[in-house]
């Protein structure tokens, strides 16, 4: 069950809190969208990202994958890029076969195949926020990196909203958020996310895998 949060009560927090779950959403835009290279991962590793989380590290899901991800992190070395690159390939890309298919379409159409009716139910979704995830066409606009990204720019927007008092504003954005989980990515995201868990061969994506479970659980709380 969710709460709905009343922008009047500490506007100055309710703007950070949302502003942190943007920027973590961001995060994992990236993260499911690139294939990690060198410079992606010493950024990460080098500036202590996981451990220095910016929300809800007490909510037991995401302190389950920020764990994991420190304990990976105070382990990595440049060399373990070419492992990620492997791992990021067989979950997402696949060789033979995607072991963790990274589009809505696949698990919610009846034939599991891409470009399925999920693909515009969230396309005209983003036309309604005039919201350009996809301007290169490079993946089907279901993927889980842009409809990441829809929750980081929905979550900015509240952020904004809450840091300039305009409470029709953030409701407004509320509103979309709670439509968005509620319609598009909750309906998929759980069997996406057990595939990563249970496919993954390097405990990054693992964690992955955990923290982005427990960033939209707690978000859902406040939609």
């Known amino acids: ?60 899901t995401v302190s389950k994958g920020i764990k994991i991800l420190q304990n990976y992190s105070s382990q990595w070395q440049p060399e373990f890029t070419e492992e990620l690159k492997q791992d990021y390939t067989r979950l997402f890309i696949g060789l033979e076969k995607i072991l963790a298919p990274p589009y809505a379409s696949v698990y ?10 999920p693909v515009w139910d969230v396309r005209r979704f983003y036309e309604k926020l005039n919201l350009s995830v996809n301007p290169m066409n490079r993946e089907p606009d279901d993927h889980i ?50 595939l990563v868990k249970e496919k993954a061969q390097t405990s990054y ?9 427990g960033l939209v659980e707690s978000l859902s709380i406040y939609s």
């Open 145 to 194: 990196g842009f409809e990441l990204y829809c929750l980081s720019f929905l979550c900015r927007n509240a952020a904004n909203a809450a840091e300039e008092y305009d409470t029709k504003k953030f409701d407004g954005y509320q509103t979309a958020l709670k439509e968005f989980l509620s319609d598009h990515l909750n309906t998929w995201l759980d069997s996406f996310l057990s």
């Open 205 to 213: 994506y693992r964690g992955v895998a955990f923290l982005t479970s």
């Open 108 to 117: 919610l159409s009846e034939d599991h195949l891409l470009y399925e009716k």
């Open 1 to 60: 069950m969710t709460q709905k949060t009343e922008i009047k009560k500490d506007p100055e927090s309710l703007a950070h809190m949302y502003m942190a779950f943007s920027v973590s959403f961001r995060f994992l835009c990236q993260v499911y969208l690139e294939v990690p290279d060198n410079k992606l991962m010493e950024k990460i590793f080098k500036n202590n990202l996981f451990f220095d989380w910016p929300v809800a590290e007490k909510q037991k």
